[in-house]
């Protein structure tokens, strides 16, 4: 998928001879090996390229083997209701940086934890994702050895890049404690290899993803945004059901959902893998810090002992208070997934008349989903989408790549899996918990002194 065009591999060479800059490099990448459903998170890039065939979490993955060799246990509804929805957790916080950082996406919880991390000795370098030189909206892979580097690293870009293949240069390197930012699809390969890997530490900061896209679609969409998008600096979807856009004049705009130019993109717009990918949240991260379900303010889910040493590092830079949740969810799911149904594989249009459509704008913030009933709303259309579109366009991949819990969010939709697409038995080979939650120690050392 993305990243195996030869003009990116000379992107790559070229920027290997920048100079290192605030401790930031960007170690040449080998190539990637073709792969089918794929978002280039790195793993056929390194010397065992043939780990994706375990790693991916587009063939088979194992949740419940994987959460527990993290956090120390699967996800467990019966503890509290929203481990379904979200995965593992011990706390989850609405939260924001007392002073927001510059250029962050929210406030700069996430870049800032990880310069915590090098200011305090604790990780000898952070494995990132800086805005690429020729193209402010291309994730590249950074290697950051110094705290003042992590301000490159803020903001978001929609692409795809091979975070994961700073891994090897990274053990050259001599790096022993590392942090990882990275998204889902990243953090599940992570994992999946982690044990191999063999660093003493690795703290991993995750964020949610979904309706990624490669770099150059997502130009297209700004196109239809503005009619200068070169200036625009910022964009994201926010909780309160607009698109919030910055510009590089200091100007701001909103523009509700519903009014987004969505009919105009291209039916694949949002790649098959985006479509049908199986964790929103990041269930695998050490600590997962999103906005979701922040209402306007960023939300974090502590998910091990890891994650809650992390957030003891903010210490009183960071306010927090617990997430509040209104609005119901059912029927904004239940008409999601039938516009997802009847658009065909295409992107999911609501039939709505044009002048219906601000008068909702106006009504959802309102009266809609909002805090955790926000999250788990967008969870299940997540989870809905992916059914109906495997169903449509890989019908034999269901039964390995839906994990048991998607089944559990869709059921109240009607969709159950047929016979064909019950989920097939895993390995039921668990790897043992950690008592503290985090990962097993026998496989990454003791833990620095
Ligand atoms: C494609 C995408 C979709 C997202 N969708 C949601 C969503 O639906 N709901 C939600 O709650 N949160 C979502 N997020 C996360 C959200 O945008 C913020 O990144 C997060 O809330 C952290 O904000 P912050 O101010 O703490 O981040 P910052 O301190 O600004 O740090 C952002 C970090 O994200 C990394 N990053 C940026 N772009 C990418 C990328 N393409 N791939 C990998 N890493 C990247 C940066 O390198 C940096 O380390 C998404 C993120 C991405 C990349
Ligand atoms: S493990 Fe990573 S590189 Fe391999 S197929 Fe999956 S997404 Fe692609
Ligand atoms: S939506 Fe899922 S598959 Fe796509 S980039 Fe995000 S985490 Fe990866």
């Known amino acids: ?30 190539p990637a090996a073709p792969r089918g459903l794929c978002t280039d998170c790195g793993i056929s890039r390194m010397s065992n390229a043939k780990a994706c065939g375990t790693a991916c979490q587009f063939i088979a993955p194992d949740y419940p083997a994987l959460e527990t060799q993290v956090h120390g246990r699967a996800r467990d509804p019966a503890r509290n209701p929203d481990e379904l929805h979200f995965g593992p957790f011990r706390t989850m916080l609405r939260a924001r940086l007392k002073t927001p950082a510059e250029g962050a996406q929210w406030t700069g919880i996430t870049t800032r934890l990880a310069e915590k991390l090098l200011e305090a000795g604790a990780v000898d370098a952070v494995l990132t994702m800086a805005p690429d030189p020729e193209d402010k909206w291309k994730p590249m892979p950074v290697l950051i050895t110094r705290p003042e580097g992590m301000a490159a690293a803020r903001g978001m870009r929609m692409g795809y890049a091979p975070l994961l293949a700073l891994l090897e240069p990274a053990a050259a390197a001599g790096h022993k404690r590392i942090a990882i930012i990275g998204i889902p699809c990243q953090v599940y390969a992570l994992r999946s290899i982690e044990a191999t890997l063999g660093f003493e530490r690795i703290f991993v900061i995750g964020t949610p993803c979904s309706d990624n896209t490669t770099t ?41 959902f519903l009014a ?10 949002f790649p098959l893998t985006c479509r049908t990918c199986v964790d929103y949240t990041n269930v695998l991260a050490d600590i997962t810090v999103g906005y979701m379900a922040g209402r306007g303010e960023q939300w974090l889910l502590v998910r091990n002992a890891r994650g809650a ?17 209104a609005g119901k969810r059912a029927n904004a799911v239940k008409g999601f997934l039938a516009n ?19 008068i909702v704008s106006w009504l959802m913030p309102r009266i809609g989903p909002r805090g955790l009933e926000f999250g788990r709303t967008r969870v299940e259309m997540k989870a809905c989408e992916s059914v109906v579109h495997l169903r449509r366009e890989h019908p034999a991949r269901l039964k390995n790549m839906l994990p ?4 559990k969010l869709v059921a109240p939709y009607g969709l159950t899996p047929g016979p064909e697409e019950a989920p097939a038995p895993r390995s039921g080979k668990k790897p043992a918990p950690h008592a503290d939650g985090a990962t097993a120690p026998a496989r990454h050392g003791p833990p620095p002194g």
């Open 260 to 269: 987004l130019p969505i009919s105009q993109l291209p039916k694949d717009f």
């Open 404 to 407: 048991e819990h998607v089944w």
């Open 216 to 256: 150059e679609s997502f130009h297209q969409f700004l196109a239809l945004l503005d009619e200068n998008p070169d200036s625009i600096t910022y964009l994201e979807f926010r909780a309160d059901y607009q698109v919030e856009l910055r510009f590089a004049d200091g100007r701001q705009r909103t523009i509700p």
């Open 340 to 358: 997802t149904e009847r658009a065909a594989g295409g992107l999911p249009l609501r039939r709505m008349p044009d002048w219906v459509r601000p």
């Open 1 to 30: 998928m993305a990243g195996v065009a030869p003009r990116r591999r000379v992107t790559i060479e070229r920027k290997r001879q920048a100079p290192v800059q605030n401790g930031i490099t960007t170690p040449q990448l080998p």
């Open 309 to 325: 040493e992390l957030l003891a590092l903010l210490g009183d830079e960071i306010h927090t208070e617990a997430p509040t949740s």
